[in-house]
């Protein structure tokens, strides 16, 4: 396959690009070689500037659960296009995604609309202490919030891709208010509450984390973090970012049944366009200005062209059999893999939910704890990535993120992806 197109845009990337991108993972510093620009999307389909085509088991990083240019969005798009792209005021669109939004996410009573995920938990993160009036918040190892100063604590994902799992430029006073805990470790969870539990602003988490590949909730560990912040006043907070509208319509709270305070959301919301939303208990949302005392702000917030796209999406997605669909494609692809990789001696499990899996180059039965992730064979990854994407399959350039599959991907496509599969799994004992 060739890819000398790609090889020189990234050259002359790096001149003017710190790194030559503009999101440190898309660097193929986790896999090794040359990162791959590409020039356009169809339905699961991606074209690179080679003209390559691969499978695209990444989807903008969640966005596209309708696959790339799904004809709904494009023509809502095209409908904003032709009256205006913003107005700094406000519009009935906005209305109306609020309105969807806590209509399919009933633990939302209000929601404010942002840019961007880091907006959304940054937002989030303020308003629980402004409420709380508190200062300590508690966040788990290997759960990504966005570049939050704050948050950069054991943040998963593109940090731990880098192998710098905190950032340089965040002084150790933000971070001093940051606690963080092991993912899915109940009794460090209810031992630090016993402590501090009077401190505690918030706790935020990914209900599914999705930063360290792909890592469920082990039973009753949702369920604890919703009954000390009860008791103790605290604020939950659910990062939804990357589950909500994907695992399931509701997000990774509907499928648990655990209730949140607060909710972040972006990628899925905003149909590929750049969004975030937080929103809530409508007596602690109604804390933002200009109602309340804690600021929060967005020129584009709001932007009519994310909101049309994000409508149109919503839409879509609400149809019954969706997640069933993505949820049964996505387990026949697992098992094919899982199947393919026993036949090549290789150790591999996987894990699961609606529109979002993860694969594991592991000798363990099941993944549920940070340590777990970290211990995986990255170099039987490395190996089976560029094998699939040799073969035309685009996974994420990472062992820590998650892999997303959306309602275009046929079966076609999936034994198109386990045919790639095992010839890259026999790369590895080779
Ligand atoms: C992607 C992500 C964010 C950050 O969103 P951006 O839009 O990249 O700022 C926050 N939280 C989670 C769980 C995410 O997956």
């Known amino acids: 396959m060739n890819h000398d197109n790609s090889r020189n845009l990234f050259d002359l ?6 790194g030559g991108v503009n999101s440190p993972v898309r660097a193929f510093k986790g896999v090794g070689g040359n990162p791959l620009f590409f020039k356009s999307g169809k339905d699961a389909y991606l074209i690179d500037s ?12 969640g966005p596209l659960i309708l696959g790339h240019l799904n004809s709904g969005v494009v023509e809502a798009l095209h409908d904003q296009l032709k009256i205006g792209l913003g107005f700094g005021a406000s519009t009935e669109g906005e209305i109306q995604i609020a309105k969807k939004i806590c209509e399919l996410v009933p633990s939302i009573e209000k929601v404010r609309l942002v840019t961007s995920g880091t907006e959304a938990t940054m937002s989030a993160i303020r308003l629980a202490r402004g409420y709380t009036r508190r200062d300590i918040i508690v966040k788990f190892e290997g759960c990504y919030h966005g570049h939050v100063d704050g948050l950069l604590v054991k943040a998963g994902s593109g940090a731990l891709t880098l192998g710098e799992p905190d950032s340089l430029g ?12 092991p993912y899915n470790d109940i009794e460090a969870v209810k031992s630090f509450f016993a402590e501090k539990g009077e401190q505690i602003a918030c706790i935020i988490v990914e209900p599914i984390a999705g ?34 509208f994907r695992v399931a319509l509701g997000g990774a ?58 409508l149109a999406m919503l839409d879509q997605i609400s ?28 150790p591999f499990t996987t894990n699961q939910m609606g529109g979002m899996f993860g694969c594991f180059f592991s000798e363990e039965e099941s993944v549920t704890r940070f340590e777990q992730v970290t211990a995986c064979n990255i170099k039987n990854f490395q190996t089976f990535f560029h094998g ?43």
Not at 170 to 179: E, F, R
Not at 322 to 341: C, D, F, H, P, T
Not at 392 to 417: C, K, M, N, R, W
């Open 50 to 61: 080679d003209d390559n085509r691969y499978v695209d088991y990444v989807g903008a990083w």
């Open 211 to 244: 930063n360290m590949n792909f890592v469920p909730p082990i039973p009753g560990f949702l369920e604890c973090l919703r009954e000390v912040c009860s008791e103790n006043g605290s604020v939950l907070i659910f990062d939804e970012v990357m589950t909500g």
């Open 319 to 346: 149809q019954p059999g969706i997640y069933e669909g993505l949820n049964e494609k996505a387990g026949v692809l697992l098992a094919g893999l899982r199947e393919r990789a026993a036949a090549a001696n290789v």
């Open 388 to 430: 699939m994407l040799d073969n035309g399959v685009y996974l994420a350039p990472s062992a820590y993120e998650a892999g997303f599959i959306s309602t275009a991907h046929g079966d076609a496509e999936i034994q198109h992806t386990l045919d790639a599969a095992e010839k890259a799994f026999s790369l590895i004992n080779s």
């Open 13 to 18: 990337a790096l001149q003017y690009i710190p």
């Open 253 to 310: 709270q509907a499928a648990y049944g655990v209730t949140p305070d607060l909710t972040t959301l972006g990628k899925v919301i905003g149909g590929g366009l750049p969004v975030g939303a937080f929103g809530g208990r409508a007596d602690i949302m109604d804390h933002i200005a200009p109602l309340g005392g804690v600021y929060q702000a967005g020129t584009l917030a709001g932007s009519p062209l994310a909101v049309v796209a994000g």
């Open 170 to 181: 965040v002084p150790k006073a933000y971070t001093d208010l940051t606690h963080v805990l």
